[in-house]
């Protein structure tokens, strides 16, 4: 069922989380939508100078009803807060990853076709110009016949927010979500966005650095799809941490009839002719990329309430990425909560 002229009815929107993405939240969607009411909701009591008021708990919204809910809390939350947020009827945008496990991913199902809700995972990558030349150089098949995929990313944890310690970030606890495999799971999405579903060939994972958290740090596995036209195995090498010194994020597609590597941190996308032994620099990096994505990813929002159907990512897509981070998971045997002595370097 379409919802005509989305924008224009949507008087108030809550945003479940008051840290630096909530935030982000909250300034993109005063941007967007300045005349709407927008409730921030924050455990810790923390507060935006773009939100109308913040509160504590859900029960302190009072009469507030919200037609958004944007959910960034902590990810071993994401669902509790989306399914509470649903019961209201409310449709949710939920930040990545969508959850730790789909135990509750059937309850959020059944209200979205109850309640007839919208609702999206906030992999706002998809919205990068950059990563989006490179999914159409792939779909037109431009590199001609796929042979190999190469992705490599990490950053040193402390480095990431600075100002802010980094034991007491997400990240760095197993239970709270952390770990580089669901940090990082952008990567995952843009790979099975791009290339269709992948399996898992073989996975480690490492706790590699001196730093005090009780989750991997360090990547290591190899993932398959297989080509649309042969049904042959094509074979993606991916590389996580959060111990490298450097920022680095990369992927590079390799194919019989070109090279197209995209420079995540540059946002810029180079591509490597055969045929001429050129290489030229495909996409530049537009000013603020990263909140502009951000923007983009509200407007298919926006746009998926509008119409009825999802534009962006799906809960569906968004559990298909958890899923596959759990078989990774699986497939290296390495357990966070237990054991974790024997991956760490003493």
Known sequence: MKHADAEFLIE???????????????????????????????????????ADFSVRRFEDLM???????????????????????????AHLLIEKPLCLDGSQFDDLVQLREEKNLTMCVGYNLRYVPSIRAL????????????????????????????????????SASAHRGGGVLLELSHELDYLQWIFGPMMVK??????KSDLD????????????????????????????????????RTCTVFGEEGTAEWDGVNQVLHHYKADTAESKMRVVQMDGVRNESYKRQFAAFLKSIRLGLTVGCSIEDGMSTVNLINTIRAKSGFSPTANLTRYIDS
């Open 213 to 248: 958290i009780d989750v991997e740090d360090l990547a290591i596995f190899e993932l398959v799809f297989l080509d649309a036209r042969r049904g042959t195995p094509i074979p993606v090498s991916v590389t996580m941490d959060f111990c490298r010194r450097s920022c680095h």
């Open 63 to 89: 009469n507030f009803r919200p037609q958004i809910a944007i959910i960034t809390s902590s990810t071993d939350r994401h669902m509790d807060d989306a399914i509470e947020m649903a019961k209201i009827g």
């Open 12 to 50: 108030n929107i809550v945003v479940v989380g008051g840290g630096s993405i909530g935030q982000r939240h909250c300034s993109v969607v005063r941007e967007m939508l300045p005349s709407a009411q927008i409730a921030l909701v924050s455990s810790s009591g923390r507060t935006s100078s773009d």
């Open 135 to 170: 999914k159409d150089m792939v779909v037109s098949r431009e590199l001609g016949r796929l042979l190999h995929i190469k992705v490599d990313v990490g950053q040193f944890l402390p480095d990431w927010s600075p100002g802010v310690t980094y034991k007491e970030s997400v």
């Open 202 to 207: 073989y996975a480690s994972l490492y706790h």
